[in-house]
């Protein structure tokens, strides 16, 4: 067993085990990559003030978000396709997060289903829903969530139309993967992953097969997934699917101060700044150099996370200080998924909270609350000087 010290040593395990297909999709962006780039670059420019003959003992980490205790301001973010990383991979992460004390994140496009991850997990998880039109099985799964005791629902914003990801597209990306010579070829130098495939009977996308109108194969999901998002989306539809939920609400997807302004004239309880991973527009900014204008612009109004690029406990440390209530992780997860099972999950979570704990110890620290910008070496113009409209 090699030893885990960093998240780069889970992708490097990951990368060897799971099939080309599924690691592209975790591991890349749209069109050029520029903002997929950044979102982890960005946060190289942010500097850490050390701070020393500061009380260290009795540190914590402990944390509040959304109203709901947790052990560190991190939750597992909702990755499509994750039960392709691992068998059963939604369960298995779901479980990992319940242990240790974060929340989990579902994704409408997950391989296992609501109930599945219900039935294998004993605390609730958060549910995240994609903006579609067809509102009668937008209420038939919010009822299924609600029926699972999720704690809250996450709305994705910045998805009504999707980007072009070139690799997806180049490798024929499929759940179950299309048997091609190429997929095949690859695939039979990934022996552990296919046997673990082979085991469960979970391939397919277990919230839409089945439940969403004329959707009974992998066939007809793809004509379905085309119609599916919402081209005509307003600020009027996201309200609506809010009060279809009338429980805790989170916004992902928000990367400018106006439309976070309007957020929170919904009076939702958190929103995460959060530009898809740098999945939908290329040439963005990366979510930490827009964190702090949102966080000056609406921070005393709503819960302000981020999303985007967290490869450490010190992003996670920085975006905390830069005004931040919590962090979202998803390929710093899915790595440790495809690289070890549950127990890569576990060891991801592990590694980005010991060096959350550290760093903010050195920064002369001992509660995770108490970290704001005296903590850090912002460079000038680091949001950058654009010329006005």
Not at 331 to 345: K, N
Request: aromatic residues 6%.
């Amino acid at each position: 067993m090699p030893v885990i010290t960093e998240i780069e040593d889970l992708k490097r395990i990951y990368k060897r085990r799971v099939p080309k297909m599924f690691y592209d999709y975790a591991e890349s962006g749209s069109w050029t990559e520029q903002t997929f780039r950044e979102n982890s670059s960005d946060f190289d420019q942010i500097r850490l003030r050390q701070r020393i003959a500061v009380d260290m003992t009795n540190r914590t980490t402990a944390c509040q978000m959304i109203g709901q205790d947790y052990a560190m301001p991190v939750a597992l973010a909702p990755v499509g396709l994750t039960g392709m990383q691992s068998a059963d991979g939604e369960i298995k992460a779901a479980r990992a997060a319940a242990r240790f004390g974060v929340p989990f994140t579902l994704s409408t496009m997950s391989i296992c289903s609501i109930e599945d991850v219900a039935a294998w997990t004993d605390h609730p998880f958060w549910f995240q829903v994609y903006t579609l039109k067809d509102d009668d099985f937008m209420r038939r799964l919010i009822e299924r969530a609600r029926a699972a005791n999720c704690s809250a629902l996450v709305i994705t914003v910045d998805l009504q139309i999707m980007g072009q990801r070139h690799k997806d597209i180049k490798n024929g990306l499929s759940a179950p993967p299309k048997l091609t010579p190429s997929s095949i070829a690859n695939m039979m130098t990934k022996i552990p992953w296919g046997l673990e495939m082979l085991g469960t009977k979970r391939r397919f996308f277990g919230n839409i097969v089945g439940h969403a109108k004329g959707v009974t194969d992998p066939g007809s999901l793809s004509a379905w997934t085309a119609e599916a998002f919402d081209h005509s989306l307003d600020w009027k539809r996201i309200g609506k699917l809010c009060e279809m939920w009338g429980g805790k609400v989170i916004l992902k997807g928000i990367l400018d101060v106006e439309d976070a302004k309007k957020a929170a004239d919904l009076g939702v309880d958190a929103i995460v700044v959060s530009n898809h991973g740098g999945r939908q527009l290329d040439g963005a900014l990366s979510s930490i150099r827009m964190l702090r204008p949102i966080v000056d612009a609406v921070g005393d109004r709503v819960e302000v996370h981020l999303d985007s690029g967290i490869r450490s406990g010190q992003d996670v440390l920085k975006a905390l200080a830069m005004g931040a209530k919590g962090t979202m992780i998803g390929r710093a997860f899915v790595y440790g998924l495809g690289a070890m099972g549950e127990a890569g999950v576990t060891k991801a979570l592990e590694v980005i909270h010991k060096e959350l704990d550290l760093s903010m110890a050195l920064c002369g620290k001992r509660d995770v609350n108490d970290l704001d910008r005296s903590v850090l070496l912002i460079p000038e113009d680091f949001e950058g000087r654009w010329q006005a409209n």
